[in-house]
């Protein structure tokens, strides 16, 4: 099966993409999917260009302006994350109308990792015409479901009307308000996706409790390695992590958030989800140092949303319970 993918990302979050393409190189193999990244900057635009990658297709956040001069008006209006936030709908409506040969598109965010292929999801999908999934917070974060019930992080769109008039509404949704705050019935992008099911019968909530996997909702499983080291449940792997709020603070600690939601992993699945990352991490950093010589990779970049300090990060690690050293 030949997998199309999408994300974005800037400059500053690049290790995250390549991380996340090497995962994807890993389980579904060299020439098996096309990664569409939008580039949100020019200095990531031009990296990716020189990278020479076959599975990367390119597009400047300033084609897609070019083509929705609504949402490019909408920046005026909203933060810089909210901007992105309201980027959402808009990319996948422009990629599935310029580019006739994607049938089945899957939104990923760029804090991905993939241990499995998403085939599972895809089956699930069947010939319906989207699939998104669940937070699936245990009765104790339940209270987090006022910034949405589903996670924006994975989603399909087959090409169908109905997933177009899907996603025309969303757009239209977030242009109107996308911000970082939640209300009653919204909140950024991904609130609006709690209407969905009931919106279409064509809409499936992924079932399988592999995918998803997240700080959130990560206890109450005993995770075990496989026989090739990948975390297992049951006997079978997790298709994808998603390591909100990772980031290293220095080569040797980084911030797992585990802490923020009150269950941090038993030591040996920390190194099994978080140490693996990590050592992903680096190999994709060498990757690209190797690829492009002179150019810098810093592995704790500035944070878009908090612009912690080291100090402060750090404090807030300690005070939350986040810290990992490796």
Not at 27 to 47: I, M, N, Q, S, T
Not at 101 to 116: K, M
Not at 196 to 216: I, K, N, T
Not at 255 to 270: D, F, I, R, T
């Amino acid at each position: 099966m030949n997998y199309t993918f999408c994300t974005y990302f800037d400059r500053n979050y690049c290790l995250y993409g390549a991380t996340l393409l090497r995962s994807l190189r890993t389980r579904l193999g060299a020439g098996c999917f096309k990664l569409y990244v939008v580039a949100l900057d020019d200095a990531v635009y031009e990296l990716l260009r020189r990278w020479d990658c076959p599975e990367l297709e390119v597009v400047h956040l300033r084609e897609i302006e070019e083509a929705d001069p609504e949402f490019a008006a909408s920046r005026g209006n909203r933060s810089r994350v909210e901007y992105y936030f309201t980027l959402s709908p808009v990319l996948a409506l422009y990629l599935l109308k310029h580019f006739g040969e994607i049938d089945i598109l899957n939104y990923l965010d760029s804090d991905l990792y993939f241990w499995d292929t998403p085939e599972a999801l895809y089956r699930e999908l069947g010939e319906n015409s989207l699939l998104i999934v669940g937070h699936n917070f245990p009765e104790e974060l339940k209270w987090r479901e006022k910034f949405g019930r589903y996670n924006v992080a994975f989603q399909l769109y087959r090409r169908t009307a109905e997933t177009f008039r899907i996603l025309e509404w969303w757009r239209e949704r977030c242009l109107e308000w996308c911000h970082d705050i939640p209300e009653p019935d919204r909140f950024a992008d991904q609130k609006y996706l709690d209407a969905w099911p009931s919106m279409s019968r064509e809409c499936v909530v992924a079932a399988s409790p592999l995918a998803g996997v997240a700080p959130w909702n990560h206890w109450n499983r005993e995770w075990v390695p496989d026989e090739t080291g990948r975390p297992s449940w049951n006997g079978k792997a997790v298709i994808y992590y998603h390591f909100q709020g990772f980031r290293f603070l220095t080569r040797h600690w980084l911030c797992h958030n585990l802490g923020s939601y009150g269950h941090v992993m038993k030591p040996e699945a920390l190194r099994m989800f978080y140490g693996c990352y990590a050592a992903e991490m680096f190999a994709a950093r060498e990757e690209l140092i190797q690829r492009f010589p002179g150019e810098k990779f810093p592995l704790a970049p500035a944070a878009a949303r908090t612009g912690f300090s080291l100090p402060r990060a750090f404090l807030s690690g300690l005070r939350h319970g986040n810290l990992m050293k490796i």
